[in-house]
């Protein structure tokens, strides 16, 4: 059999009551069983790690690239953001030579990846960057939560949502030139087409349509 039909399945869940529990490790395997059964291929072996998503040493994921390389397979994840937590993690996935899909977006490739994973760890950051801002903005102006000044605190949370949204522009731009490029498209709705087709999902997580594409050239 071809190492493209052999797999070996890597799962993780963030706390040991979760690990315990089984808690979403059913469902990372399940997806992991009808990705692999809808296309006829194998499941060799199976590694679940039992950490936070912000550690980087795994040594269920050694073990499961180890595994790959001595039985020439590829390794499965259920989904890419129980994985894309940070940029490096990515990184050091990719400079092991062992290659990998996951079974929720397996047209995804390497810079799709990247750009993927800088935005989860950049949303991540941000969520509690804002909060941060709003209650010291609140704080410095004496602003009592719930007061008639929270307006003031709600502004500050858009501004820093236009801000996401100007950082999201810019890191899938190289996606839309690439698509521009290679395939010759350039029409908003041609584009946002070959966008969902490679599983790149919007900022907040949706399909793209021509007025969203619009909207991030605009924004690049």
């Not at 060799?44 to 936070?52: I, M, R």
């Not at 949370?157 to 731009?173: I, K, L, S, T």
């Amino acid at each position: 059999m071809s190492k493209k039909g052999r797999f070996i399945a890597y799962y993780r869940v963030s706390t040991q009551r979760q690990g315990r529990s089984g808690l979403g490790l059913d469902a990372q395997r399940q997806a992991v069983t009808d990705y692999l059964g809808s296309n006829g291929w194998e499941l060799l072996q199976e590694f679940t790690e039992v950490e936070s998503g912000r550690r980087a040493d795994r040594p269920e994921l050694d073990g499961a690239l180890k595994a790959c390389k001595k039985r020439k397979a590829r390794l499965v994840i259920a989904k890419l953001d129980r994985l894309a937590r940070n940029v490096a993690f990515i990184a050091k996935l990719m400079e092991s030579g062992v290659d990998f899909v996951a079974a929720d977006l397996p047209q995804a490739n390497k810079l799709t990846i990247h750009i993927m994973a800088a935005m989860a760890e950049y949303e991540r950051d941000m969520i509690s960057s804002r909060t941060k801002a709003a209650l010291a903005a609140a704080k410095l102006r004496g602003v009592k939560l719930g007061g008639p000044k929270i307006m003031e605190v709600s502004q500050l949370g858009r501004q820093v949502q236009v801000g996401h949204a100007m950082r999201f522009a810019a890191n899938v731009m190289p996606i839309i030139a690439d698509i521009r490029k290679r395939a010759g498209i350039t029409s908003l709705s041609g584009i946002a087409a070959a966008l969902n087709a490679q599983g790149v999902p919007t900022a907040r997580g949706g399909r793209w349509a021509a007025q969203t594409v619009k909207n991030v050239l605009a924004r690049a």
